[in-house]
Nanobody, 122 residues
Framework: QVQVVESGGGLVQPGGSLRLSCAAS????????MGWYRQAPGKQRELVAD???????NYADSVKGRFTISGDDAKNTVYLQMNSLKSEDTAVYYC????????????????WGQGTQVTVSS
């Protein structure tokens, strides 16, 4: 079994910072990529940032220069440092991992976390 668990959300004032963490655990052989997505009320889920096992990163235009994604391969963990937060960053943030698992059947699968709420408000 594989689990993907996010943490670090909360309430922050405009201009503030938050750091999200996402850890994948279980029968993992290797991780191809991990990424952060967000979904605001009434809107579709959108990519925020992702990072490959080789360290290549990709960001949504709306967060470039403000958010930084990084990973710790030894811990199967990815982080999202969010600075200069705006009200429009308010959303549920989800972590996605694309990985090779060992059991119950070996193969490449996609896993989502349960989401963590980020609210930017004064």
């Amino acid at each position: 079994q594989v689990q993907v668990v996010e943490s670090g959300g909360g309430l922050v004032q405009p201009g503030g910072s938050l750091r999200l963490s996402c850890a994948a655990s279980g029968s993992i052989v290797s991780i191809n990529s991990m990424g952060w997505y967000r979904q605001a009320p009434g809107k579709q889920r959108e990519l925020v940032a992702d990072i490959t096992s080789g360290g290549r990163t990709n960001y949504a235009d709306s967060v470039k220069g403000r958010f930084t994604i990084s990973g710790d391969d030894a811990k199967n963990t990815v982080y999202l440092q969010m600075n200069s937060l705006k009200s429009e960053d308010t959303a549920v943030y989800y972590c996605k991992a694309i990985l090779v698992r060992e059991a119950p059947a070996r193969g490449t699968f996609q896993y989502w976390g349960q989401g963590t709420q980020v609210t930017v408000s004064s």
